[in-house]
């Protein structure tokens, strides 16, 4: 992806340089060229922004002594107003013919359009108004790829037309989610590392392997299986997913496979087995017990559930990534480069793809070690009450703010205006000089936000995301110790490291704007 942005970016500059001639204000954007001269020492702003995280974790060990272990938040069921149904129905059914008209769209410019992946349909479009966009929208709204999924779509249409009863093969049972693991992990190498990624042509090729893989997948062990243990893009959307305000629920005492997104609702007379966010339970389930509820946003992250390990690799990934992602744009990974140079370039291959191959693998192997280690110190200072495994496999939902705000710090330049590239090639998605709708000409409004913007954004996001992965550890630390006193010592050492956390992260973020 990054390629296709350093050349939209270079075509902006381009605009704006011609446009300077005719304005008599120059206009930047942020990573485009513009620096910010912060009102005060950027020192300044990382003891404040520590300090924030620290204090709310003051505030919140006060006021916030217990919780139960049947966890509850406040929820209204959309599903039971009059009329919703009928809507939602509609919508979704609009939604999904747009999805896979998109994708065909985007297969068919990969292969037959322009070879300039500027004037091409498909870079832009995967690798800004989908990669981010789905992004942005998820965390945001609610997991819209449950109904936008154009390969879940198909497979669907094809299940309801097909005779096909029984699965050519059980799931291995020791295989978990570790394929979605490593074919995410090779999304992000063709993201930051290969070169040829944004050529719409490269990049639809990719996409038919995808394809091919995805529905061969679906065929041998079922659309639900693959999806949860292999499809990477759907582990990652329904990861974030916890975060947003809207949840797809059923009440289903059947759900086989719930693997945390169950709880017991005690509550009740009679003990009921609820599903989120699950797929299988939802198709399966009559209508008078599926909700979608709108909830305040963040608590789906606060049920304290259990993952297994694969699962927990992918969400340190996922954190380990995005941040790889913002610090090769830094002057410390160029110092990196300058020094691996030597060591690197006498082997086969691109020096420089082969340095950033080794920063993609070994910064989620770092972090995991860093988060594993901190992980065992929380147990040690609950005296052993919640052991390191509970404590790996349980706490890692609270990375996942920090995740969410990193990629909304770091992508929001990108998605609000080099994302603006995608209304021409709405009218030209071929690259032949047409303008169907009239847009063909639109020349990107790169005032829209400015450097300013999107320094006070990305200091707000980290804050307040550092700030909720804080209350959702003290959350769930508080359901595993006897004492309130226990449960505020064994968070200190995460505690340590989301402050770290939130100066580096604040620290990568700002050296494009303010260096």
Known sequence: MRHLLKSIKL?????????????????????????????VPFNYFMVAAASTVLLSFVFMAYFIRTTSISYSYLRF????????????????????????????????TGFFGTKEP????????????????????????????????????????????????????????????????????????????????????????????????TFTGMFVFGKHVWLRNADPFFVLFQLFSKFSPIEFRVINENCVHKNNNGQINTNLLMPVLYSTDCLQC???????????NIRPWFVGLASGGRVNVSIMVFHIIALATVTFDGFSETPAWVGIQN????????????TVGIISSLGIFLIPIFSGLVYVWVCSKVSKFSNNKISTSEVILRFVFSLVPIAIAYNFSHYISFIVITGQNIIPLLSDPFGFGWNLIGTSNYIPYLTIIDAQFVWLFSLAAL?????????IAHVIVLRYSVSHARAIKSQIPMLILMVFYTVASLWIIAQPIIE
Not at 15 to 31: C, D, K, R, W
Not at 194 to 207: E, K, T
């Open 11 to 39: 075509k902006i500059v381009g605009i704006a340089l011609s446009l300077l001639f005719f304005q008599p204000e120059i206009m930047y954007a942020h990573g485009f060229g513009e620096r910010y001269d912060l009102p």
């Open 77 to 108: 069921n959309l599903y039971s107003v009059v009329g919703f149904r009928k809507i939602f129905a509609i919508i979704t059914t609009v939604s999904k013919l747009f999805a896979v008209l998109l994708f065909l769209l985007v297969i068919l």
């Open 118 to 213: 500027l004037d091409n349909f498909a870079p832009t479009f995967v690798w800004i108004i989908w990669w981010v966009g789905i992004v942005f929208f998820t965390a945001l709204l609610g997991n819209v790829w449950l109904i936008l999924n154009p390969w879940l779509i198909l497979y669907t249409v094809y299940e309801k037309f097909s005779s096909r009863q029984s699965l050519l093969l059980t799931w291995p049972k020791n295989f978990d989610a570790w394929p979605a693991v490593t074919f995410y992990l090779m999304f992000c190498w063709i993201e930051n590392v290969y070169v040829q990624s944004s050529q719409p042509f490269n990049l639809a090729v990719l996409i038919l392997i995808y394809t091919v893989l």
């Open 282 to 292: 939802w198709e399966n389930c009559d209508a008078d017990k599926k909700e979608i």
């Open 339 to 350: 020094l691996l140079w030597p060591i690197v370039s006498p082997l086969p291959g691109s």
């Open 463 to 471: 804050v307040i995301g550092h700030v909720i992965s804080v209350y």
